[in-house]
């Protein structure tokens, strides 16, 4: 029966996002559980779309003994603090001195930047591996958007990375992360290979559903003799690994080699099919408007997605909106704790007066001042019912639903007291709102809104409202990776 850790240490830095990640970011439940230790990581993710629960329903199965040390989590933001860092790492290496293992899983994002290492999970397996030395395998599941470097490459064993976007197979990546680490376990170390692309693509050109990426992935070798591995990479962090990569793994150096030049000739040749089109907020709202009624049109506020580090509150689709006088429209997630304070306080039915957002800083955007009725109050937690997080719970603070006044306009705002990626129908409908009855609904999320929304909408609009989340990436300026060629 091997004896196998497993630990979970995930988050996606924005380059220029909002805050920090401190202790407390990774110890408060948010889109995803709070932070879990000992026996409490098997117990609280059981059954959840994440990678470590994947992994550990596999491992059990086969007989496995786990020794759970951690799992945590925070919502993309700026750098990880050297503090959070230091803490989450410490623990872990006190978790692996306390087992007697055979073998280590460790659940990361891949994209962590600190304060002080701009590769976050380099500098934390390299630290692992000091500490089990060159003979404990270490298994490790990675973000699709992961911004690989060769040391991780160097110090993981294998390697497995999510191949959805939206995720929705996050705990299958882990289940595959079980099945790799088998015959390693048995001595039969596998060769790997690491390639990087030339070009970065932006996060909203990603999407699995649609060319080119379905068939890139659709193709990637997954059998015992050639196995290989792509990530997109994660363009707001701010570094030379935020690109394209592979991983493959092989019985032989040679035959590696050979499937990654494969695979990144591929990768590299989908350069001019990937759609990255956005439209201007003013003609998004005007092409919805003009959508005959029926289902709703959506609109995604990509540049504002707080999944991606993003302040989740900027105001220009909102002011597009009110300037079109657009008909039967929601618009959520809005993060802004002082409006939502101020509405649980006047209570329901209430007519307040304050504005709403535009507290990013962005010198493109400002607070959206008028007066409001509150429809909805909520202590904030959602229990999330689609493919993607389903069975999980958005922890979103004190919350509500506002309705605009005096405006031609009809919109209805949820604003939180937390970001949160707007990516499941759930988050609206827990206010009393349906957006199956909408004429138009706008979601800050860049693509895994998809999964849940895409079923019941007549279109989607990708926008380009102002936002932390850069995906105009030809009109950058300031980013140290390589050819903005996408």
């Keep these: 029966m091997p004896r196998i850790a497993i630990a979970g240490f995930q988050h996606e830095t924005n380059s220029h996002g909002i805050g920090q990640a401190g202790l407390g970011e990774f110890e408060m439940a948010d889109s995803w559980p709070r932070l879990l230790m000992g026996p409490n990581v098997l117990s609280d993710t059981r059954g959840m779309n994440l990678p470590i629960a994947g992994f550990a329903a596999a491992a ?12 945590c989590a925070a919502e993309p933001s700026g750098p990880v603090t050297d503090h959070a860092f230091d803490t989450i790492s410490g623990r872990i290496l006190d978790g692996l001195r306390a087992f ?16 002080s290492h701009s590769d976050g999970e380099g500098a934390l397996l390299e630290r692992i591996r000091a500490q089990v030395g060159p003979n404990v395998p270490i298994a490790v599941s990675l973000d699709m958007h992961a911004n690989v470097s060769s040391r991780m490459v160097d110090h993981a ?4 990375i999510y191949k959805t976007y939206p995720h929705l197979d996050m705990a299958e990546t ?3 992360c ?13 060769a790997k290979a690491f390639r990087q692309a030339r070009y970065v693509v932006p996060l909203n050109a990603q999407n699995t559903r649609i060319e080119p990426a379905r068939s890139l992935y659709a193709t990637l070798p997954d059998d015992p003799e050639a196995q290989v591995e792509m990530a997109f990479g994660f363009t707001a962090g701010d570094t030379p690994d935020a690109r394209p990569s592979i991983i493959a793994h092989a019985s032989t150096h040679d035959r590696a080699n050979e499937l990654a030049h494969a695979a990144l000739a591929r990768l590299e040749a989908a350069v001019p099919l990937f759609d990255y089109h956005l439209a201007q907020p003013d003609e998004a709202v005007a092409r919805a408007m003009a959508a005959p009624p029926g289902r709703p049109v959506v609109l995604a506020d990509v540049q504002d997605n707080p999944g991606a580090g993003a302040s989740s509150d900027t105001t220009g689709i909102l002011r597009a909106l009110v300037t079109a006088g657009a008909p039967a429209t929601l618009l959520g997630l809005m993060y802004d704790p002082p409006l939502a304070v101020s509405a649980h306080a006047a209570g329901l039915g209430a007519e307040i007066e304050g504005t709403l957002g535009g507290r ?17 109050l909520s202590d904030g937690f959602v229990r999330y019912t689609g493919e993607m997080y389903g069975g999980g719970t958005a922890t979103l603070g004190p919350s509500c639903a506002l309705r605009l006044l005096e405006t031609d ?25 349906d957006p199956r009855a909408a004429r138009i609904v706008v979601v800050k999320s860049t693509t895994h809104f998809r999964a849940d929304f895409e079923p019941i909408a007549a279109k989607v609009i990708a926008v380009a409202a102002p936002g932390l989340f850069p995906c105009q990436l030809d009109v950058l300026t300031n980013y140290s990776v390589m050819d903005t060629n996408v």
């Excluded at 199965?61 to 951690?70: F, K, N, R």
């Excluded at 064993?157 to 497995?160: A, K, Q, S, W």
């Excluded at 937390?418 to 827990?430: G, T």
């Design 157 to 160: 064993d294998v390697t497995c």
């Design 174 to 176: 882990g289940a595959r």
């Design 60 to 71: 059990l199965d086969a007989g496995a003994s786990l020794h759970p040390i951690l799992w």
């Design 178 to 190: 079980w099945d790799r680490l088998r015959p390693i376990l048995k001595g039969e170390r596998p």
């Design 360 to 376: 990013s800083g962005l010198r493109n955007d400002a607070p959206f001042s008028g007066r409001f009725r509150v429809e909805t």
């Design 409 to 433: 306009a009809d919109i209805t705002v949820v604003v939180t007291s937390i970001r949160n990626q707007c990516l499941d129908l759930a988050q609206f409908m827990h206010f009393g709102l």
């Design 100 to 115: 007697q293992i055979d073998a280590l899983y460790l659940d990361l994002h891949g994209a962590m930047i600190t304060q």
